[in-house]
């Protein structure tokens, strides 16, 4: 199997200056140290796959939000039209951390129409409906986390 298309930058090793992007506050902040923790775990191969990460829904909280991460972001690396680009933990969010944040807060906020969109400008189709079902899942877990 081969390695996921995820790239982890550092500011100083991008081969071209990306725009900068908005500073981030409180929870969007944990939620994209959480993105590249998932992501970390996709590209050491510990993503599973889409059976397992639905097989972990009795698991407890965290494990399964994990579970449910990695898996999201290594079918978003095998299914996405372009690579994801995602910066080292303490850099400045990617623009594609931004986007998996907007997905993660549309679904969240019940708007499944906008989701949608965000998803298929980005994913082959078979890729984005993995992609609904676990970012809907991770919207989900966080709401009852919170809640």
């Known amino acids: 199997m081969s390695a996921p298309a995820l790239h982890l930058l550092s500011e100083a090793s991008s081969p071209a200056p990306a725009p900068a992007a908005p500073a981030l506050e409180g929870g969007r902040l944990a939620t994209v140290e959480r993105i590249r923790d998932w992501a970390a775990a996709a590209r050491r191969g510990r993503a599973g796959d889409l059976d397992r990460a639905c097989a972990l829904?009795?698991?407890?909280?965290?494990?399964?939000?994990?579970?449910?991460?990695?898996a999201l972001l290594a079918a978003l690396a095998s299914g996405c039209r372009t690579p994801l680009?995602?910066?080292?933990?303490?850099?400045?969010?990617?623009?594609?951390?931004l986007w998996l944040i907007r997905l993660l807060e549309r679904l969240a906020a019940g708007d499944e129409a906008s989701a949608r969109f965000l998803v298929a400008r980005r994913c082959a189709p078979k890729a984005a409906r993995r992609a609904l079902f676990l970012a809907g899942r991770l919207a989900a877990l966080a709401a009852d986390a919170a809640g």
Not at 57 to 70: K, M, R, T, Y
Not at 85 to 97: P, V
């Open 85 to 97: 680009r995602l910066h080292r933990r303490g850099d400045a969010a990617s623009w594609d951390e």
């Open 57 to 70: 829904v009795g698991a407890p909280g965290a494990a399964l939000e994990d579970a449910h991460g990695a």
